[in-house]
């Protein structure tokens, strides 16, 4: 079984300046996927950026990169010039990569970033 | 094109009632996946449909069930309802899965259950 731990269960950045998000996970599996979803207040959840397990290069998505360390188990999510519409909370989840597990997704906890100005 | 949609949005049920939700997918979307999600537990993944058939599902009781129709508009369903299944239930649909997975899923609104 997969697991996925965010360690930091509330987080404040100002306007403009640069926040990390932190995510650890625990799998045996090799070849897998990692996500980073946004879910604002009151409103659905969406996808922030995705990550392939076998490609060593970050994904950027514009403001948002993550920084993926596979023999650490780690996947932060660096997010630049913060805006107000940042503020939400943030999922940290994991995908097997397997023609037959199908779309599954085991979440972290979550955490509550809030954007002041 | 239209997202993905929940109905009804909030519901208010007794113990021991049984609940159905419906989730319509974005258009040309055949997998439909459900999740329940809490303060205390978190979001837990339910049930996996794909064609009309389940293909994963969640470590839930059997008092969960769900299924999908052949338009992939998908049901799920909860009997002798109690108190800790209050919760935001979430649904979300992805395209067809290609080879090796990791197919974006959508979200839709979420039906906040209250279970009194």
């Known amino acids: ?117 | 094109k239209a997202g993905v949609t929940q109905t009804p949005r909030y519901l208010i049920k007794t113990r021991g009632q049984q609940v159905t939700l419906s989730c319509s997918p974005i258009s040309g979307h055949r997998s439909v996946s459900w999740y329940q999600q809490t303060p205390g537990q978190g979001l837990q993944f339910l049930f996996e449909y794909f064609s009309e058939t389940q293909r994963n599902k969640g470590n839930f009781p059997g008092r969960f069930s769900g299924r999908q129709f052949s338009n992939s508009r998908s049901e799920m369903n909860v009997s002798t309802l109690e108190l800790g299944d209050s919760a935001l239930y979430l649904c979300a649909s992805s395209l067809t899965l290609l080879a090796g997975g990791g197919n974006e899923q959508f979200f839709g609104p979420g039906t906040r259950l209250t279970v009194l």
Do not use: H
């Open chain 1, 1 to 117: 079984a997969q697991t996925v731990t965010q360690s930091q269960p509330e987080m404040s950045v100002q306007e403009a300046e640069t926040v990390t998000l932190s995510c650890t996970y625990d799998t045996s599996e090799s070849n897998y996927y990692l996500f980073w979803y946004k879910q604002p207040p009151s409103r659905q959840m969406i996808l922030v950026i995705r990550q392939e397990a076998y490609k060593q290069q970050n994904a950027t998505e514009n403001r948002f990169s993550v920084n993926f360390q596979k023999a650490a188990k780690s996947f932060s999510l660096k997010i630049s010039d913060s805006q107000l519409g940042d503020t939400a909370m943030y999922f940290c989840a994991f995908m097997i990569r397997n023609n037959n597990a199908g779309n599954m997704l085991t979440f972290g906890g979550g955490t509550r970033l809030m954007v002041k100005p």
